[in-house]
Antibody
Framework: QIQLVQSGPELKKPGESVKISCKAS????????MHWVKQAPGKGLKWMGW????????TYADDFKGRFVFSLEASASTANLQISNLKNEDTATYFC???????????WGQGVMVTVSS | DVVLTQTPVSLSVTLGDQASISCRSS???????????LEWYLQKPGQSPQLLIY???NRFSGVPDRFIGSGSGTDFTLKISRVEPEDLGVYYC?????????FGAGTKLELK
């Protein structure tokens, strides 16, 4: 069956970096784009951008340009999100989601809670 | 950026009631190919969001027929004909017609 399994929770200090992963199984990884969505505690969903899993080309929403990097380990069917120079406002749950041809997200990872605290 | 305004912010219902959620867009969501990239997601407490409706009115696989999406242009509605306990949570509309993609702020469906 199709699954997106994300890495575990992270506790980091301001200024540090974090890399979280999203491992796909049950389908051909490079056939579907992968998106990233942020949810701050008690808040709504915010679209961060996506990565073309065939070409590796990332696209970032404006608020996520600079410190955020989407990458792939295609041989491992894994998409990664790296955040550098962490700030308190990066504290959130980060979801990966598979995009279907008509632009909707049919499978989601379970989310990774990243806590940034001194 | 396209702003999706959801109303109401919260909705208190009795089980078996009908619920209706509105999503209004600051721009038309009809793409140049004629398709409207408007979706509805439900996030139950402690869970990842799950897809309910895509393309305004198409129910995703396994979604009960009590969920009905409608609308066009800038005005969209999600109706739940007979609310059941598993329908409680936060509903989000989402558009992928215009870059960047955007979510509405959410509507919390809770029991009265």
């Amino acid at each position: 069956q199709i699954q997106l399994v994300q890495s575990g929770p992270e506790l980091k200090k301001p200024g540090e970096s974090v890399k979280i992963s999203c491992k796909a199984s049950g389908y051909t990884f490079t056939d579907y784009a992968m998106h990233w969505v942020k949810q701050a505690p008690g808040k709504g969903l915010k679209w961060m951008g996506w990565i073309n899993t065939y070409t590796g080309k990332p696209t970032y929403a404006d608020d996520f340009k600079g410190r955020f990097v989407f990458s792939l380990e295609a041989s491992a069917s894994t998409a990664n999100l790296q955040i550098s120079n962490l700030k308190n406002e990066d504290t959130a749950t980060y979801f990966c989601a598979r995009e279907q041809l008509k632009g909707y997200f049919d499978y989601w990872g379970q989310g990774v809670m990243v806590t940034v605290s001194s | 950026d396209v702003v999706l305004t959801q109303t109401p912010v919260s909705l208190s219902v009795t089980l078996g009631d009908q619920a209706s959620i509105s999503c209004r867009s600051s721009q038309s969501l009809e793409y140049s190919d004629g398709y409207t990239y408007l979706e509805w997601y439900l996030q139950k407490p402690g869970q990842s969001p799950q897809l309910l409706i895509y393309g305004v009115s198409n129910r995703f696989s396994g979604v009960p027929d009590r969920f009905i999406g409608s609308g066009s242009g800038t005005d969209f509605t999600l109706k739940i004909s007979r609310v059941e306990p598993e329908d409680l949570g936060v509903y989000y509309c989402f558009q992928a017609t215009h870059d960047p993609d955007t979510f509405g702020a959410g509507t919390k469906l809770e029991l009265k």
